[in-house]
């Protein structure tokens, strides 16, 4: 997970947090990151704005997720950036985008998850919490 200060550009950190628990994640893992320059991306102070989701044929687990986002400059432009896409091979459907409002931009996920074969808890969905950008 990475952490990106709205208000300062410098300030940004890449925590190694674990939210699996004993047993580890599984084989099913997907990575969707704008890497900032610090660690050794082309761009500095990316943000999410939108965030889709590709899911398997009974539209009940995650199989990919695609990000859009931008970059915010110190004066509060924005300037888009490319998607950024990971998916598995069940991925079948992939869903409308969902957008934060104009002129803002994610500062936290909700993550879903949900039983779906016996005991197993898989993710179910995302939601977005969204921010106005301030100059």
């Known amino acids: 997970m990475n952490i990106e200060d709205l208000d300062n550009a410098s300030s ?4 190694d947090l674990d939210f699996c628990g004993p047993n ?3 084989n099913d ?3 969707v990151t ?7 991306g082309a761009n500095d102070h990316v943000f999410i704005r939108a965030v889709s989701v590709c899911t398997d044929s009974d539209h009940e ?3 990919g997720i695609s990000l859009d986002g931008f970059i915010v400059a110190s004066n ?3 300037s888009n950036i490319a998607h950024r896409t990971d998916d598995h091979p069940n991925c079948a459907a992939w869903h409308d985008w969902q957008y934060c409002p104009n002129q803002q ?8 998850f949900g039983p779906t074969t016996g005991s197993t808890r898989s993710l179910t969905g995302i939601a977005l919490w969204c921010r106005a950008i301030a100059p």
């Open 105 to 112: 931009v994610a500062t936290a996920m909700e993550l879903y």
């Open 76 to 78: 509060g432009t924005i």
């Open 29 to 31: 893992t997907l990575l």
């Open 34 to 40: 704008y890497v900032d320059t610090n660690q050794g």
């Open 24 to 26: 580890g994640p599984g």
């Open 61 to 63: 687990k995650v199989k």
């Open 12 to 15: 940004d950190s890449a925590p």
